[in-house]
């Protein structure tokens, strides 16, 4: 079990972003522990590694201390959500009662707490590093990219001038946006991208809105948001979309503060 | 000279000749009068009327129109033979159409080669039972398949029966009052079914068709079955047949359209009233030119019944169409042409024409079609057969006969020259000025070679009618880009 000392906190990011998505395509569960300490040596490092191997003679673990950031993680090889618990219990008592303990724990178990994305991996460090509220408590990571803030879109209409002005005016709010031509253009780019939301018209050539739906239902449980944005007025479009999981539905013409206004109802 | 023009005059059958040339001369005049005269009042009502069109599509809300609920569903009818190399891009085109409510049905009428497995395939059809309406009588359906990945597409599969046929199949399936036709090597527009029902809801109840503007498509840029740049065709047959089709549809139906005369909805591109068609009893089989058939059929069947009724054009819904692009095709389709109206004018056209029963169309339309289109060719040869004579019987001069082919020429140009202008003031589809200086070109071309082929294609089709050849003759398809 080697330490190390590292002092990037990009270097951390990259760590165990590589470690993480390296046990996850294996087919491993990767439990993470990070804690905000101050003050660690290696001396006693090794001393919390005795420990903790003294409590759990099957943990197999990596230990990394960042230096700059002052945090400590623990990466744990195929240990679930609620092993990682108990352990962080463990190491939470003897950070405690050697006082190094600075600032909140938080852990998280891919593939269980979420897709291992390196955005997914950044929002957990952020967790420790910029905390929301100074605790000592120990916190279990949520996957941010499905469930809160919306940052990438994908706008998906034939119409270049709808694309080209809904990209420039999301672009604007601060949005990372995409651009798909057609159904299966936007399917490549989904899947490549993943986006937190997709903006569809459903009259597409090749796959239309609702294949596109369909599609993305089909690929990923958690699915991406979609606000079909479209021509289509009849209620029975409405319907179909809605049945297919559509978050909103907006008809053109539309106004492009009504539909910043729907995704940040989304968001909240 | 002189003495050979005695013992000439002293011949008695002679002088019965001169008398009788002389006659034809008088009647060969009065022909091209009338059609002169019929030719520039169709015109003028198409320049009266391309002014409110032009107001009528630039003010009204196309895009708003087309996701309206107060737009009628329409069944898209897709008669296919053998267009493996085309059908997948044209039903991937009709499916994103800019329409509310709609669907598709395209019938392979028996084809020989892989436009069944290309369809089932491309879709992942599955075979249904649907119901069908037996309204009309059709050859064997083999099967009808569908899949609820795409909810408005229905393929039917049936034994070989002809276009007609293949029509009629479709309307026993379509589930919408109102139905039109199109061509499986033919691209709609995505708006061409709202503007057209936009024309239709102006008279919801009397519109008992409108037909589309037909364009060509040839060395124009396609991408998903869109038309993304219009280029005018670079080839010879192609461009003449542009002027034509111009000429054909802005300087003539729009005119014929506002007396409510129209004869033929293109079989490219037309929507029409279920129920009056199955009235009627749908498309004439076994035969070429059933869109002209059913259009007779209407007017015929609505003025007997005293309905009141209009066939409506619609010039700015555009379907693009591959014009034949070989002599060899292109001369089997004018056959074709001029067969199928022969046909129509011999089966409806002499029962109805000159009985005011039939106003209008019976008293200006319908003469027309038959003096001036159908009869064409015969006065034409004729006529060229009487100047012959003239001239070896020194009844005329030179000079006269000059004057009266620049009076003739002169008159046909300015007709073409009016198509152009009604194309640049109204559609302006071409808008860039060298493709303005060759529709210019060709519409002068189209006067030395090509419209004198084309009255002897329509002769050899007359042939071909009393020989009693019917066949469709040949047409090649190829992809929309080459």
Known sequence: MAVFMRDQVVDLNQDLFNFVSFKCVNGLACGVILARCANLNQKVLDSLKNYMSKHQPELSAQYVYDDHNQVLSILLDNWKLSATHYTSLILKDFLQDHHFLEGSIVIASFPESGEPSSFNLSQLVGCVTHPKKESKEIRIFTDQSTGEEIQSILVVDTDEVVREFVRLRLELQGYAVSEAKDGHEALEKYSLMSPDLIITELNLPILDGYQLMNQINKRDSKSGKVIVLTDKHLSSHMNRAFELGAADYITKPFSISELTWRIKKLNA | ?482
């Open chain 2, 1 to 482: 000279m002189r003495i050979i023009e005695y013992y000439l005059q002293q011949d008695s059958w002679l002088n019965l000749l001169r008398e009788f040339l002389l006659g034809y001369g008088y009647l060969a005049m009065f022909y091209v009068m009338a059609v002169t005269v019929i030719y520039f009042l169709i015109f003028g009502l198409s320049i009266r009327h391309t002014l409110p069109l032009k107001r009528g599509f630039q003010y009204n809300s196309i895009k708003k129109l087309s996701g309206s609920e107060h737009v009628p569903p329409v069944s898209l009818l897709v008669p296919a033979y053998n267009e493996e190399l085309t059908i997948k891009e044209n039903v991937r085109s009709l499916l994103a159409l800019n329409y509310p409510e709609y669907e598709v049905i395209v019938v392979n009428d028996g084809s020989q080669d892989d436009t069944f497995q290309v369809m089932v395939k491309e879709f992942q059809l599955k075979k249904v039972s649907s119901i069908v309406s037996d309204a009309i009588q059709t050859s064997k359906v083999r099967g009808i398949y569908h899949n609820p990945e795409y909810p408005q597409l229905y393929f039917i599969d049936k034994e070989n029966g002809g276009k007609a046929d293949a029509l009629n199949a479709g309307i026993n399936l379509s589930h919408y009052p109102l139905i039109s036709t199109i061509d499986a090597d033919s691209l709609l527009e995505k708006d061409a079914l709202t503007r057209i029902a936009r024309v239709y809801m102006e008279n919801p109840k009397d519109t008992v068709a409108v037909g589309g503007n037909v364009r060509i498509v040839n060395s124009c840029t396609v991408e998903d079955g869109i038309v993304k740049h219009v280029t005018f065709p670079k080839k010879l047959l192609p461009a003449l047949q542009n002027v034509e089709y111009i000429k054909a549809f802005l300087g003539g139906r729009i005119g014929w359209s506002a007396v409510n005369g129209l004869i033929i909805v293109s079989g490219a591109f037309g929507v029409f009233q279920k129920e009056k068609v199955i009235a009627v009893g749908g498309y004439r089989g076994g035969y070429p030119g059933e869109d002209m058939n059913i259009v007779i059929k209407l007017h015929r069947y609505c003025l007997e019944n005293k309905i009141p009724y209009r066939v409506a054009f619609c010039p700015d819904a555009v379907c693009w169409t591959q014009a034949p692009d070989s002599y060899r095709i292109l001369s089997s389709q004018r056959k074709r042409w001029g067969r199928g109206n022969l046909k129509n004018m011999v089966e409806e056209g002499f029962a109805m024409v000159f009985r005011p029963r039939y106003k209008v169309f019976g008293m200006l339309t319908l003469p027309y079609n038959i003096l001036f289109e159908t009869l064409n060719p015969y006065f034409r040869i004729s006529g060229m057969l009487a100047i012959l004579a003239y001239w070896m019987l020194n009844m005329t001069e030179w000079k006269t006969i000059v004057v009266f082919g620049l009076v003739n020429f002169l008159s046909c140009f300015i007709l073409s020259l009016g198509a152009l202008y009604i194309e640049e003031t109204a559609f302006s589809r071409y808008p860039k000025l060298s493709d303005l200086n060759k529709m210019l070109f060709y519409s002068f071309l189209m006067f030395i070679g090509y419209r004198q082929i084309g009255v002897l294609w329509r002769l050899m089709g007359h042939i071909d009618f009393f020989r009693n050849n019917n066949t469709w003759g040949t047409m090649v398809r190829t992809n929309f880009n080459k």
